[in-house]
């Protein structure tokens, strides 16, 4: 496959035949997004709020009930998919200008630059103009297929990264926004909700993370320290709360050991508020049909 079906300049066999090189550099991308329903970046303006644990438990648990998924890691810096994932070494495999992404599941395919690092402990420096290079590569080579979701895990902050992303996939990405309840930073959370709409696109919501503990005595929450920020900077942001994720030891252990949480553990607490962060992800109206 070539991406260069139904471009005017392809051959019968679907190559390119454009001697001049291909004449529309986005229609491999077009063709790629058209085949993605849905697509949902997960960022913070803040780093450790558990953006990583969450994109990758929102897409098991978008896979588990019976959804095709795929996650994107571009965290060029930190790739983390891949170890949460238990896919750490693993390899796509690579083909003339496309690479497979790697199957987690029949449901769940993975995509991220750890996959290719010859070595984690690796500082990769690349400037902003490479990483979006990188990225649109990441979703234009990668043959994601037919998907319903596409969930992308962005390092912390509003840089290079979310940019590109937000850029790449077009208006119709929406933004899911992870905080902490502690000191919550509205500045923080102001700036990652104005970005989104800076750059053209809409936030669908925001997650508390780490709001309250889930106590493995009793099984409920208790709420250790002040929660609910996230709730009201919702309210002050205007934008959809969509829920909160207690701190459970469970989480940081399954990171640690590569399984994820939401596999294991969808009745606990916190399996439950996952489920409460997905609800409105499984609601979101199909979008239009191309043709
Ligand atoms: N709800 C939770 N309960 C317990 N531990 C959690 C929870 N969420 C995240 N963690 C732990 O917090 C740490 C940071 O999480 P994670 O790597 O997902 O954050 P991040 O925002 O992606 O970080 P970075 O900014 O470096 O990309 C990890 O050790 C993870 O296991
Ligand atoms: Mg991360
Ligand atoms: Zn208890």
């Not at 902050?157 to 899911?176: M, N, R």
């Not at 989104?196 to 780490?210: A, C, F, P, Q, S």
């Not at 252990?253 to 553990?265: C, L, N, Q, R, W």
Request: negative net charge; aromatic residues 4%.
């Amino acid at each position: 496959m070539s991406g260069c079906e139904g471009c005017a300049s392809a051959a019968p066999d679907g190559s390119c035949s454009s001697e001049s090189g291909c004449t529309n550099p986005d229609e491999k991308l077009n063709k790629t997004l058209s085949r993605i329903k849905h697509k949902i970046v997960v960022m913070s303006g803040k780093g450790g709020v558990g953006k990583s644990t969450v994109a990758a438990n929102i897409a098991v648990a978008l896979s588990l009930a019976g959804k095709k998924v795929g996650l994107l890691d571009v965290d060029v810096h930190g790739p983390s998919v891949p170890r949460l994932l238990s896919l750490k070494g693993k390899q796509p495999h690579m083909g003339d200008q496309v690479m497979e992404p790697v199957p987690w599941s029949k449901n769940l395919s993975v995509m991220s630059l750890g996959f290719m690092l010859p070595d984690d402990r690796q500082a990769v420096i690349w400037r902003g103009p490479v990483k979006m290079g990188l990225i649109k590569q990441f979703v234009e080579d990668v043959m994601w297929g037919d998907l319903d979701y596409l969930i992308v895990d962005c390092p912390p902050g509003t840089g290079d990264e979310p940019l590109s992303t937000l850029q790449t996939l077009g208006p119709t990405a929406i933004g899911v926004i992870v905080t902490t309840p502690q000191g919550v930073a509205i500045d923080d959370v102001r700036r990652s909700v104005s970005f989104v709409g800076e750059v053209g696109n809409r936030v669908l919501g925001i997650v508390e993370n780490m709001s309250g503990f889930a106590c493995p005595n009793c099984g409920t929450v208790h709420d250790i320290f002040k929660s609910g920020g996230g709730e009201e900077l919702a309210k002050e942001a205007g934008v959809r709360f969509l829920g909160r994720i207690p701190l459970d030891p469970e989480v940081a252990t399954s990171g640690d050991e590569g399984y994820p949480f939401m596999k294991v553990h969808r009745e606990t607490v916190t399996g439950k508020a996952f489920e409460q962060v997905i609800e409105p992800m499984l609601n979101l109206p199909d979008p239009p049909k191309a043709d």
